[in-house]
């Protein structure tokens, strides 16, 4: 492999979603993952319909691909004991189980810190381990309401809604990926490791620009604008004649460009609409006006001419038309490799680039593997199994 993180073992403890999406970008680019399941399995794999032809849910699929896999139980002293070899073979631990179970388990920072000085160890929890609600118990929607996500997403004037992806845990995943390699290069200079936090919350927080930025400036609580932006416009979903378009007017060149191809020029000449700021504090005006132009266009002819003027316009797909856009396969953002179909790689190297190796593996299957290569003879590696510590 010529990939960047070739090289690296990471050892994958956690499940669900933010855990798993950043060990998995951390082996899309070459990093060797041994994700450690319990018997009972992470829980995604049942999370569905629809399933995979092996009878894991889609959902576990699109998280746990290039990964080895172990199944131990650390409830057992022996497991426990497998789960410190592993510590001290691996270079890399992502985790997000509740505050304190390493503790429990005689794995508490700091003996973390003395036993395995360069490991980077990533922990992954819903608000950190302390203040009011350390510990608390949180997932992706939770995070969203706690955090004021879904107080600024929806219609005006209906309810807060959650955003349709669970955009937490993925933003909270790639912060921990990005985290994590921080860390690996500063153990370049200084030899040493050191634990990478990163709480859903936090998340939350951070992503709710431009709005914190507007409330820290003028304390108004920001009010929920639909698909509308609460500073440009028009920035906002419109009904062409067969379908929904997008339209982004982010300055004052593309809105003369846009009237003049809907054929009404004098808009952008209007005081009311002559600047951006002019047009946020008119757009109950402005909406109509361009709405009844934009109803006699087809959605793709309008966003094909409004993107050749230099207007960033698309007609709105739906997952499957997205899935199959040229665009997005040239882009080689859906992989279909032996049998394996899933998304591609966000990001691109082009002298070390990542790849999508193999699907994600079956409960167990690696662990007589692993094991070994922490140097169990099969002899003791079938006492393990007998006595139900491991699993293959």
């Excluded at 993952?33 to 995604?44: F, I, L, N, R």
């Excluded at 172990?70 to 497991?79: K, P, S, Y």
């Excluded at 002019?278 to 132009?293: C, H, S, T």
Aim: with cysteine.
């Amino acid at each position: 492999m010529n990939a960047s993180l070739t090289g690296i073992r990471v050892l994958d403890l956690s499940r669900v979603l933010a855990g798993p999406l950043c060990s998995q970008l951390l082996a899309d680019h070459g990093a060797e993952v041994v994700k450690v399941e319990a018997p009972a399995g992470d829980e995604t794999r049942g999370w569905g319909p629809p399933f995979v032809d092996d009878g894991t849910s889609a959902y576990y699929h699109a998280l746990n691909r290039n990964k080895t896999n172990v199944c131990l139980d650390l409830t057992t002293a022996d497991g426990r004991r497998l789960l410190g070899e592993l510590f001290a073979s691996a270079d890399v631990v992502v985790e997000n189980f509740k505050a304190g179970t390493l503790a429990r388990w005689g794995l508490p920072d700091e003996e973390v810190r003395r036993r395995f000085p360069r490991l980077v160890h990533c922990r992954i929890t819903g608000f950190g381990v302390d203040g009011p609600m350390g510990g608390m118990p949180g997932y992706d929607a939770i995070a969203q309401a706690y955090g004021g996500l879904m107080s600024i997403n929806g219609e005006p004037g209906g309810p807060p809604l959650r955003v349709g992806v669970p955009i937490v845990d993925m933003v909270t995943g790639i912060h921990a990926f990005s985290g994590i390699l921080l860390a690996l290069h500063e153990r370049h200079r200084s030899g040493r490791g050191q634990l990478v936090e990163c709480a859903l919350l936090d998340t939350a927080i951070s992503l709710l620009h431009p709005h914190s930025a507007a409330w820290l400036a003028d304390g108004r609580t920001p009010r929920r604008t639909g698909s509308a932006h609460p500073s440009i416009a028009p920035y906002d979903t419109f009904e062409a004649a067969d379908g929904l378009l997008f339209v982004g007017v982010g300055n004052d060149r593309q809105f003369r460009d846009l009237t003049d191809l809907l054929g009404v020029p004098e808009l952008a000449e209007d005081p009311r609409f002559a600047a951006n700021s002019d047009r946020i504090g008119n757009v109950a005006e402005l909406r109509p006006l361009l709405a009844g132009r934009i109803a006699t266009w087809q959605r793709h002819e309008l966003a094909r001419a409004l993107l050749a003027r230099g207007v960033p316009a698309t007609a709105v797909h739906d997952v499957g038309e997205a899935l199959t856009d040229p665009h997005v396969r040239h882009r080689g953002m859906v992989v279909d490799h032996d049998g394996y179909r899933g998304i591609g790689l966000p990001v691109t190297l082009h002298r070390t680039p990542g790849a999508v190796r193999s699907a994600p593996r079956d409960r167990g299957a690696d662990t007589r593997r692993i094991l070994r290569s922490l140097g169990y003879a099969d002899a003791e590696i079938d006492a393990l199994i007998a006595a139900d510590v491991a699993r293959d």
